[in-house]
């Protein structure tokens, strides 16, 4: 018989991914709606369309063919007319304003 811990390895890198998983799979589509309407739709329009010039229109998915990390450091760092959103919120609230924002298109 084996000894047990030869599966300890693949057991801790199992738990590790699914911790490392953990924020983008359990991304709350409600709450980041309800940021998006108090922080966001003054300039990108309550249904993803633009509210003033140079906005990407997210209601035809512009700029959305990006990761979610890519589309995180956007909103943290800001870009050009936007302003930058770090440390305004949780860091689980990012992925559900990214996740939010993926459910404009239509
Ligand atoms: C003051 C107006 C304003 C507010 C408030 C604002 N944005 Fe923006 N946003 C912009 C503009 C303008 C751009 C286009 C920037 C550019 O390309 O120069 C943009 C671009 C983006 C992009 C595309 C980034 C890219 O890769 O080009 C995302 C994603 C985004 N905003 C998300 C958000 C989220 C989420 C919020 C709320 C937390 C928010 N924005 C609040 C004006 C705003």
Redesign the pocket.
Known sequence: MKPRKTYTPRLILFVALAFAAGPAMSADVLKGRV??NQ??Q???GAKGQPQ?P???DFSRGE?ML?ADH??IL??RHG?????A?EGRFENEDYFD??AY?RTLRR
């Open positions: 940021l998006y922080h966001c003054n300039c990108h003033m140079g906005t990407p700029r990006q890519e589309l956007t909103v870009k050009g007319m936007m302003p959103f304003l990214v924002l």
